[in-house]
């Protein structure tokens, strides 16, 4: 991907990402680290070319497989909770969908682990982190119910689609003080949610956000 690719024209130019900056702002984001870092991500990658156009419209877009790419603001939004604290070290994503969450996360803790159960996505996924240069990604096939217990503890898991109810598996994986933040529930009855672990207990302190709308979190495999 050559640099007037990855910089956009017309409707994905820096002009347009400016203007998404903005509504981000408008909606209450603050954290500037992470407002810095969707200026400078090229959305319009994660995207198939027809819909490339309406990259920096805050809303979410299809990606195929029945899955989105989420609106801007959930993504800044589900990120400024994970790292409220400060910068994580490891972080796990259920969801990797087109790696857009991914990519904004890689760029602002040490360690991305993500989980993806439809592999043509997962496959596309990659090749955008190999063309980004974001070498600190680890992404595989797995069904994300379980999380990825290999790498497990980490500071913080974030997922991308809504669980009926909080996997048990996902706070097990939690490191000390570790946060969740998982959208929870069916259909438009949705919102989103915050788990933190109480020191290294077993207890965990509960957050409801705000409602939400993401695709479901399904289990098994889709090759």
Known sequence: MNSS????IGMTSQRTRERLIQRLK???ITNQRILDVFRVTPRHIFLDEA????AYEDTALPIGFSQTLSQPYIVAKMTEILLAEG?????LEIGTGSGFQATILAQLVDSVYS?????????KAKERFRKLSLHNITAELSDGSFGWKKHAP?????ATAAAQG????LLHQLAPDGILVIPVGVGDEQDLRVLRRVGDSSEFEEEVVERVKFVPLLGGLSR
């Open 5 to 8: 690719e990855l910089a956009g």
């Open 26 to 28: 408008d909606q209450g």
């Open 51 to 54: 819909l490339s156009h309406r």
């Open 87 to 91: 910068p994580l070290k490891k972080v």
């Open 115 to 123: 989980v993806e159960r439809i592999e043509p996505l997962l496959v």
């Open 154 to 158: 980490y500071n913080g898991i974030i």
């Open 166 to 169: 909080v996997p048990d598996e």
